[in-house]
């Protein structure tokens, strides 16, 4: 008996330290999805990065207490399921999000977004904005801009001159 509480124990612990280390996670109801749409979202999330596991309720409630996010339990009702990711905040949100659309059986209870408590709506925005790569990419568009815009003028006017001197 007190190995399979040392082990809840472990477990609890275990959630908690992936509450905390998460740059994101999103809780999920997944009641009504089928064992092969299940297994599709899993294999997007694991291509992703983002760790996905089923846990007893009262066992996400225990480390949610640990790790001092207790705004999460009343979202702890029925089949839950959560997605860490600890690489990328968007990850997470944005696989759960595209797989929700095509499902309408996912249903996104709530998130945690570098540590604080987001509602579904906050994780759905999160999910809607670019890639951190796609988000670098603009930024660099944006920057080159000036130089470019420089770089054309300057050409111009030296073609203006070209022109002017033959």
Known sequence: MS?????KKQLVADIATKLRDASSAVIVDYRGLNVAQVTELRKQLREAGVEYKVYKNTLIRRATAEADLT???EHLVGPTAIAFGTEDVITPAKVINE?????????IKVGVIEGNVSTAAEVKALAELPSRDGLLSMLANVLQAPVRGFAIATKAVADQ????GA
């Open 71 to 73: 705004g999460l339990d």
């Open 3 to 7: 190995n399979v509480l040392e082990q």
């Open 99 to 107: 797989f929700a659309k095509k499902n309408d059986a996912l249903e």
């Open 161 to 164: 001159k070209e022109e002017q």
